[in-house]
């Protein structure tokens, strides 16, 4: 069993390491999230999972929205009680990455400000995931998928437009 | 029936709709202004949205820390084997990227040599367009070490800093009977005559209008980046504020349903697009500079100045990583490819019309269906 891990770490590691980095628009953070996709897998044993790269890769998006979740409310806490001054210094670790281009900094600027159900909707469907792969993740009524994902891309598009 | 909300529309058109609802949605459309314009809306809201998002996913890969060179190759096939299908993009993404590479070099290169061409058209000359493909033999490192010089040297690179790219005609999308469709093509529609047991062609299919897009070059930012790459042979100034014109006829969609419900494979068909350059380029300048690039891997660059026909060749690069393979449909060489979901893909050229052939199905009834057309 052991070896089997090892094989699957070698194969998916820096596969979910990209698709939690494209989620979260923070590479640091998406090894965190990783990791701990591959510690949940060792815990709960590769012989009681019957597709191993489908199971991290839904484990690892699941991680993604908690942390975003996490995250979002830890943001909102601060800058509540943050000092008008503060606010400019203030910024998320999905945020403060240095961005050479700047359409690509806008777009992570606009992403950072939407609603983390929003954000994985709309990236994740850009991923290629099926709408009942989306629903199951945030927690959604397939049914609503396509309202929130328009909705979504419309709000992204505002913030994107807002900034630039 | 009322319309439908925009939820319900972008379902539809993310096929996450029963193929029942389906039926009656397209019938409201077809009918109802108010709704086609939603879809056209959420079309192009998507359109950009994934514009947006595919350079800022490049770049956040890019910045995924070192340790991944710990395992390059493997880094790469999976990579390769990372795709989507589009209408507009058919390859695996880490390919699109070296195509994106390659194919500028080619467009230029192809710009480049243009033996004086006698059919001036007004003051414009047509002198790229697709007759043909080709593969270009490339492996991945020497693919990855471009990159990275490009990268370092230059940063990233995209066709604003070259200059400025206007879009005078949008190419749009209507759903038609395949009759009506056929008669809007500048080329005439072909269907295949063999089908898999269970398959048929959906009943409306998409119409893609022409679209025309002008690019004016500025000279003297393409030397600037060009000397950051190395560059001795510059381009000349003639060149500056010329509008280079890229025009792309009518093109059209067939969606095939297996057993009147999942869309099984779909058929692309566009004529070539073509790039027009006014007439007193010489556009021999543009093909030295580049081909003179030291970033070039020595092999590539001969393989590339050895294309003959490079006004009317596009160029496939060929990673020899055996998820691209070369065939012939019917005399003309097809390169046929495989995505993670199964799906299998099928491009060739016939007579300056593009076809391509994606779909759900195993590669010997791709080529099949492929040969069968008529």
């Known amino acids: ?86 606010l400019t210094t203030l910024t998320s670790s999905t945020e403060n990455i240095v961005m050479d281009k700047e359409e690509v900094r806008l777009v992570q600027k606009a992403l950072g400000k939407l609603q983390p159900r929003d954000r994985m909707v709309l990236v994740m469907k850009f991923s290629g995931y099926s709408y009942d792969e989306i629903a199951a993740t945030v927690e959604l009524n397939k049914s609503s998928v396509g309202t929130i994902l328009a909705r979504a891309r419309e709000r992204f598009k505002r913030e994107y437009e807002g900034l630039s | 029936m009322h319309c439908p909300n925009r939820g319900t529309w972008q379902a539809y058109l993310d096929f996450e709709i029963m193929e029942k609802e389906r039926e009656i949605l397209e019938q409201h459309a077809a009918n109802c202004l108010l709704c086609q314009q939603t879809i056209e809306e959420l079309r192009q809201l998507e359109q950009w949205t994934s514009r947006c998002l595919t350079d800022y996913q490049q770049k956040i890969e890019e910045q995924i820390p070192d340790n991944t060179q710990r395992y390059p190759i493997a880094e790469l096939k999976q990579e390769s084997k990372k795709s989507f299908i589009r209408r507009d993009m ?39 367009r697709v007759h043909k493909i080709q593969t270009v033999q490339i492996n991945p490192d020497d693919l990855q070490n471009m990159a990275r010089a490009i990268e370092t040297k230059v940063g990233e690179i ?21 009759e009506q469709a056929g008669k809007q093509l500048p080329f005439t529609l072909k269907q295949p005559s063999y089908l898999p047991a269970g398959h048929k062609l959906a009943e409306r299919v998409s119409l893609y209008s022409e679209g025309q897009a002008e690019f004016k070059l500025n000279v003297q930012q393409a030397n600037s980046l060009l000397k950051g790459l190395g560059a001795k042979t510059l381009l000349p100034e003639s060149l500056d504020g010329k509008a280079f014109n890229v025009h792309v ?100 050229v016939d007579k300056g019309v593009i076809f391509q052939l994606n779909g759900n199905l195993e590669r010997e009834e791709i080529i099949r269906i492929a040969e069968s057309l008529s």
């Not at chain 2, 995209?158 to 395949?178: A, P, T, W, Y």
């Not at chain 2, 020595?298 to 006004?311: F, G």
């Not at chain 2, 691209?324 to 005399?331: D, T």
């Open chain 1, 1 to 86: 069993m052991e070896r089997d891990f090892q094989q699957l770490f070698k194969e998916h590691y820096y596969m979910l390491v990209r698709q939690a980095a494209f989620v979260l628009g923070d590479p640091t953070a998406a090894e965190d999230v990783a990791q701990e996709a591959f510690v949940r897998l060792h815990r709960t044993g590769v012989k009681k999972v019957d597709n191993p790269a489908a199971w991290l890769t839904k484990v690892t998006n699941n991680l993604c929205f908690d942390f975003l979740r996490s995250e979002g409310s830890r943001r909102r806490r601060e800058e509540k009680y943050a000092q008008p001054a503060e």
């Open chain 2, 90 to 128: 058919w390859m695996s993404r880490s390919i699109k990227k070296w195509v994106a590479i390659a194919a500028s070099v080619t467009v230029l290169t192809g710009l480049m040599t243009f033996s004086p061409v006698q059919q001036a058209v007004a003051d414009f000359l047509s002198i790229f």
């Open chain 2, 158 to 178: 995209d066709l604003q800093q070259f200059g400025k790219v206007e879009i005078i005609k949008k190419q749009e999308q209507v759903k038609l009977s395949v």
């Open chain 2, 249 to 348: 006829p009518a093109g059209i969609q067939l969606d095939y349903l297996k057993d009147e419900r999942q869309r099984a494979f779909t058929l692309t068909q566009f004529s070539s697009p073509e790039l027009i350059v006014p007439d007193d380029v010489d556009p021999r300048d543009l093909r030295a500079a580049l081909l003179d690039l030291p970033i070039l891997p020595s092999d590539l660059r001969s393989q590339l100045a050895s294309i003959e026909d490079w006004q009317n060749t596009m160029i496939i690069p060929d990673t020899g990583e055996g998820d691209i393979e070369k065939l012939s449909v019917n005399g003309n060489e097809a390169i046929y490819g495989k995505y993670k979901n199964g799906w299998g893909s099928l491009f060739w």
